[in-house]
C-alpha cells in the first residue's frame, strides 16, 4: 500500500506540474462576457474550416457571430450552369458551401453577418454581359439593374426561408469608397471608388453613379418583404481615418435620402456602419501598435453613431510583424476592449459587433495576401489555436 501511495503521490506532482491545454482550460466563453456591454463577438469562418473540428470548437466555444471569409459574396454563389437554366433570364445560384457554413451556424445558436451582396473586386464578368455569355457586349443598364435587384432578392430571402433569423444583418455594398484622388470622380464628395488596382469599378460602369443607393433599395425591399429583422450595412476599411470617414458618410447620407415613402418622407435603407478594423501597418511594423489609433477609432464609432447609424467592427486584426512585441500587442489588444466596454456604457450602445478577422497567428510567408492583411503575430490564438497573453489581456479586461 506504502508503495501504490508513493506512485500516486508521484503522479499527482507531475500533472500539477504539467501544462495545462488549452482546450482544458476553464474559460467563460468571451461572448458571455461582451454581452453585458452590448455587443456581439464574431470570428470568421471558411468553407475549409468546416472541417476542422478544433476551430469550430474554438469558434462555438467563444464567439456568437461568424462571417463567411468568401463564400456568401457574388463570386462565389453566382453560378452559369444555374443562371443558363432558368426561363426567366434572371441569375442562378449554387448555396451548397454558403448553405453548409449557415446551417452550422443555427445548429449551434451563432448568427451570421451575411458577406457581401455588392462588390467590385472579383466580381463575375458574365453577369453583366448580353445572354450571360463573356464572348458578347455588356448588357444594357436597365438589364444590370434587374440582375442585380433579382440577385439581391433572391440570396436574401433563400437565408432568411431556409435558415429564419440566423442571418442578422448584411453588408449591402463593399469598399465603394475610394482611397486616393485618382480613384474617384473630382469634387464627388462621396468619393465613390471609380477603379480599382487600375481596373474600372464595373458596378459604377454598368448601373450607374447610384448604384450604391440602388443596391441598399433592393435589399431594403427584399427585407421588408419577408417582415424580417435583418440590418443592412455599408462595410469599408481605413474607415477611421479622417477624410475617408467623412467621404463615407457622405455616401451612407446620400443612400438614406434616396428613397422615398409614400407620404414624401426619406426612406433611410442603411441601417449601419461597417468598420472594418485593420489596424496598423500593411506588411509592416511601422504604424501599428499605437495608441492614437485607439483614440481615432472611438471617435469615429461616434460620429458614425450620430448619424443614426448601428456600427460593428466587421474585419478586425490587430496586425503586429514583430515576435518581440508580443506583450505591447496583448496591451494593445486590452485598450481596444476597454474602449469598447467603456464607449457604449457611456454612449447608448452605438457598438453593436466586433468580428475578428486576425483570430489566430498566421504561418503564411512574408509578402503574401495574409501576411500584410493580418500579420504573423497579431492573433488572440497562435497556430495551434492556444489563447495567447493577447487573449488573456482581453478576458481579464472584459472579467473587470
Known sequence: MKKIAAVLSVLALMCACAPVLAEETAYEPLYTLTAPYGFKLGAPLSYDQTRNQKYLNLVKSHFNSITATNEMKAYSLLNLEATLARDDGMPGMNYAAADKMVKWAQENGVGVRGHVLVWD?????????????????????????????????????????????????W??????????????????????????????????????????????????????????????????????????????????????????????NARPLCDGMGMQGYIGGYGV???????????MIRKEILNYAAMGLEVQITEMAVRNFDITQADKHAEFYAKLFRMFMDLNGENGNPLKAVSIWGLTDTSAPKGNYVYKMNSPYGGLFDLKLNPKNAFEKVYETLKR
Not at 438589364?143 to 435587384?149: D, G, L, M, V
Not at 504604424?287 to 485607439?294: A, I, R, Y
Request: net charge negative; aromatic share 14%.
Open 285 to 295: 511594423q511601422e504604424g501599428c501598435l499605437e495608441d492614437s489609433h485607439v483614440d
Open 171 to 264: 453588408d449591402v455594398v463593399n469598399e465603394a469608397v475610394g482611397d486616393n484622388q485618382d480613384e474617384y470622380a473630382s469634387g464627388d464628395a462621396r468619393h465613390l471608388r471609380t477603379v480599382r488596382g487600375g481596373s474600372p469599378n464595373i458596378f459604377l460602369e454598368r448601373m450607374g453613379n447610384n448604384y450604391v443607393a440602388l443596391s441598399f433599395l433592393y435589399a431594403k425591399n427584399a427585407v421588408d418583404a419577408l417582415g424580417a429583422d435583418i440590418k443592412l450595412y455599408y462595410n469599408d476599411y481605413n474607415a477611421y481615418f479622417g477624410d475617408k470617414a467623412q467621404a463615407i458618410r457622405a455616401l451612407i447620407d446620400s443612400v438614406n435620402t434616396f428613397a422615398h415613402d409614400k407620404d414624401g
Open 121 to 169: 473586386a472579383y466580381m463575375t464578368d458574365w453577369f453583366f454581359r448580353e445572354d450571360y455569355d463573356s464572348n458578347k457586349p455588356y448588357a444594357d443598364r436597365e438589364t444590370i439593374k434587374a440582375r442585380t435587384e433579382s440577385y439581391i432578392t433572391q440570396v436574401i430571402t433563400h437565408f432568411e426561408e431556409k435558415f429564419p433569423g440566423v442571418v442578422y444583418c
